[in-house]
């Protein structure tokens, strides 16, 4: 199988600031500052919930214009405690984007980047805070709907797709444990047994893995090899996915909470094979907000880094880059 050609990104300099804040009694939030330092401020908001930001993730912004800010998640990548789901809530992480926003002395964020968890991030922010987002990039839009949480978690959905992956999933689980499937991996991932949790942890993750990519993603399974990403990634997943990110049904796409920022300039990049967030919510939310570009990635997946939603994404940065915002 021919793999297409990869697309070169913006090429950055190490961070200029890498530091961590405490937000609570709990927890401490692990941040990066990369490009220039009086840029139009961008901030990219990692996927899972549970992934983690690194260098790599700079590469959309052009560094002649961004000061690129990437935070890991409570609970995630290199914040403090890792896999910790106390006090963790999306609307703990929409708060502690601004509360970072104010520790940076940032009047106003110059464009929110987020893909999957992360679209649903920058979303739920935005719609809280319009006044601090100056434009949003969404990527594999995901709005935790129950339709969305069972198309990738329960038969009928992307396991018609990939069947064999689905009961790799599946078996894991001792048989007596597979008739509610979805708690019994909650309660093996909440484990402080390490024996019992990180198992579980990888079985969960490469589920996800193996179907976020139109060619077979080898680079995506190495990851699992880490582990500040192994257990928090799933650990945090069961968590928001259990509670529906403490969401209302399809609040995110409500004509009310779009109203808040229709005024806001958005380009969502989807793909048109993304089978771990379905198309149709990046349609349901253009739909919604018709005022957004939207673009579909007609030969890509799920991941960012597939070539022509890399492309799109970059080419969407930097003509957001010339805006006065």
Request: charged fraction near 25%; proline fraction near 6%.
């Amino acid at each position: 199988m021919n793999q297409p050609f990869q697309v070169a990104g913006h090429q950055h300099e190490d961070a200029w600031e890498l530091d961590w804040l405490r937000v609570d009694d709990i927890h401490e939030l692990y941040y990066q500052q990369y490009g220039k330092k009086d840029g139009k401020p961008g901030i990219y908001l990692h996927g899972g919930p549970g992934g983690q930001c690194g260098k790599a993730n700079t590469q959309f912004f052009d560094p002649e214009h961004y000061r690129v800010v990437l935070l890991d998640q409570r609970g995630s990548g290199q914040s403090r405690p890792n896999a910790c789901t106390d006090n963790n809530t999306t609307w703990h992480l929409v708060e502690d984007i601004e509360t970072l926003r104010k520790h940076l002395n940032i009047p106003k964020w110059h464009l929110v980047f987020g893909g999957s968890w992360g679209s649903t991030l920058a979303l739920a922010y935005a719609e809280k805070h319009p006044e601090s987002v100056g434009s949003l990039v969404l990527r594999g839009v995901f709005a935790v709907r129950a339709f969305e949480l069972n198309w990738t978690m329960v038969q009928g959905g992307a396991a018609t797709l990939f069947p064999d992956h689905f009961d790799d999933f599946l078996n894991f689980l001792p048989e007596d444990e597979r008739a509610n499937h979805i708690d019994s991996y909650h309660k093996r991932l909440m484990s402080p047994d390490t024996s019992i949790s990180h198992p579980a942890a990888f079985a969960w993750n490469a589920w996800e893995t193996s179907m976020s990519t139109l060619y077979p993603n080898t680079a995506g399974l190495k990851q699992l090899e880490d582990p500040s990403y192994l257990l928090a990634h799933a650990r945090m997943e069961a968590h928001y996915f259990k509670n529906k990110a403490w969401l209302e049904e399809g609040q995110l796409l409500k004509k009310e909470n779009v109203d808040r920022i229709r005024h806001i300039p958005c380009t969502i990049v989807q793909g048109r094979y993304d089978v771990v967030c379905p198309p149709i919510t990046a349609w349901d939310l253009h739909k919604a907000w018709p005022e957004s570009k939207l673009h579909w990635i007609a030969d890509a997946g799920h991941s960012a880094t597939e070539p022509g939603t890399k492309r799109k994404l970059i080419e969407a940065c930097d003509e957001y880059a010339r805006l006065s915002i």
